[in-house]
């Protein structure tokens, strides 16, 4: 699944693709909402190659979670 993090104060966001399945999701989604109560400082995600990103939970303006195959590939490998 993709993840896209706006981060406050900066022109671009993060993009992420980790493992899609419900247990993820889920815990992705719990983590996620304790960033944005305050209840964590920073918010761990590790990609689908095991690298692990810190995001300070005080600048997240907004996380989106999607599917990872949206179809619209261009290019060759597809």
Excluded: C, H
Excluded at 48 to 63: C, E, F, L, N, T
């Amino acid at each position: 699944m993709d993840i896209r993090i706006g981060i406050t104060q900066a022109p671009r966001e993060i993009a992420i693709e980790v493992e899609d399945d419900a247990k993820s999701r889920e815990a992705l989604k719990a983590n996620v909402e304790k960033a944005l109560k305050g209840e964590i400082a920073t918010l761990w995600i590790t990609d689908k190659k095991g690298r692990d990103i810190a995001v300070p939970a005080a600048k997240i303006a907004y996380v989106e979670i999607g599917t990872g195959d949206d179809g619209k590939r261009i290019g060759f490998g597809g």
